[in-house]
């Protein structure tokens, strides 16, 4: 049977609940994630983190490789935070982005009255410095789906990208050292 092993580096500790909630501790921060599967198996055991897929289909493999792959994540997170810059960009009608609190908000997008919010999750830090924003986090889920809500923010609609492209962009994705 086909066994995935992950080891931990040092300093870190990596705990698996009942529930199926895998814990990663490291440099002073922690990170969780929902990993559970009926035919994956996923142990403990000090440094050393076992994932058994309890059938050789390709399949189940491959759903075995991506917990350990969120393993993965999770301590490169830890050690190096995860970071995405985005860029708002506009032609005609200036539009402010700025940070309120747990959200982001864009006014005066394409002249609309009305501000355009996205809700920042748990455990991100969100910059804004004009019209650069930086999007920082140990979780890279979290910090990913944060800055795909702020891009999302600049839809047009029935628009043709082509003449209308105004909007937040996503223009690097690193890591912090």
């Known amino acids: 049977m086909t066994e995935l092993t992950y080891e931990l580096p040092e300093g870190f500790d990596v705990e698996y609940t ?4 895998l814990k990663v501790e490291g440099n002073g ?3 969780e994630k929902q990993i559970q599967h ?3 198996e996923v142990e403990v055991d000090g440094d050393t983190v076992k994932f058994t897929p309890l059938r050789e289909k390709k399949d189940i493999v491959s759903v075995a490789k991506t917990f350990r792959s969120h393993l993965e994540n999770m301590v490169e997170g830890l050690q190096n935070s995860h ?3 985005l860029k708002g960009v506009y032609a005609h009608f200036p539009m402010t982005i700025k940070k309120e609190g747990d959200e982001v ?3 005066n997008f394409m002249g609309e009255r009305h501000p355009r919010r996205a809700d920042i999750m748990e455990g991100v830090d969100v910059n804004v410095d004009g019209d650069e924003i930086t999007v ?3 979780n890279k889920d979290k910090v990913s789906q944060t800055a795909a809500r702020i891009e999302q923010l600049s839809r047009k609609g029935n628009r043709d990208p082509r003449t209308f492209q105004d909007g937040i962009y996503i ?3 690193t890591r912090s050292e």
Do not use: A, F, N
């Open 18 to 21: 009942d529930d199926g909630v």
């Open 29 to 31: 921060e922690e990170t």
């Open 38 to 40: 009926s035919l994956v």
């Open 83 to 85: 970071v995405y810059h």
């Open 105 to 107: 908000v864009v006014e």
């Open 136 to 138: 920082k986090g140990p």
């Open 171 to 173: 223009t690097e994705v």
